[in-house]
């Protein structure tokens, strides 16, 4: 069974950094890609970054794109999400969810079976 466990939300200034954290289990994580979304109130979720380890692969969602950074450690099984710069329309639930999708295609949250619980990030302005 393919659990995940986001963590690391919280309140920041605008202009500052929050660090978002994934931990899985269940899966061969060579195989799956690791994605972030985020859904702002009353909003739909939206697909925020993704990461392949195997493939060494990255991306952005052209609004956090040179903000967040997206990272693996394979020992500790976590992914992360380095958030800086950030803005008060960051401010949403972010969930972490992994599958076997097409990086092409890997913020497409409907193609997501397996998805943490969510973390708030809330950013004052």
């Known amino acids: 069974e393919v659990q995940l466990q986001a963590s690391g939300g919280g309140l920041v200034q605008a202009g500052g950094s929050l660090r978002l954290s994934c931990v899985g289990s269940?899966?061969?994580?060579?195989?799956?890609?690791i994605a972030w979304f985020r859904q702002a109130p009353g909003k739909e979720r939206k697909g925020v970054s993704c990461?392949?380890?195997?493939?060494?692969?990255?991306y952005y969602a052209r609004s956090v794109e040179g903000r967040f950074t997206v990272s693996s450690d394979t020992a500790k099984n976590t992914v992360y999400l380095q958030m800086n710069s950030l803005k008060p329309e960051d401010t949403a639930v972010y969930y972490c969810a992994a599958d076997r999708v097409l990086f092409s295609q890997c913020l497409f949250n409907v193609l997501y079976d397996n998805w943490g619980q969510g973390t708030l990030v809330t950013v004052s302005s």
């Open positions: 990461i392949k380890n195997s493939e060494r692969l990255t």
């Open positions: 269940g899966f061969t994580r060579d195989d799956y890609v």
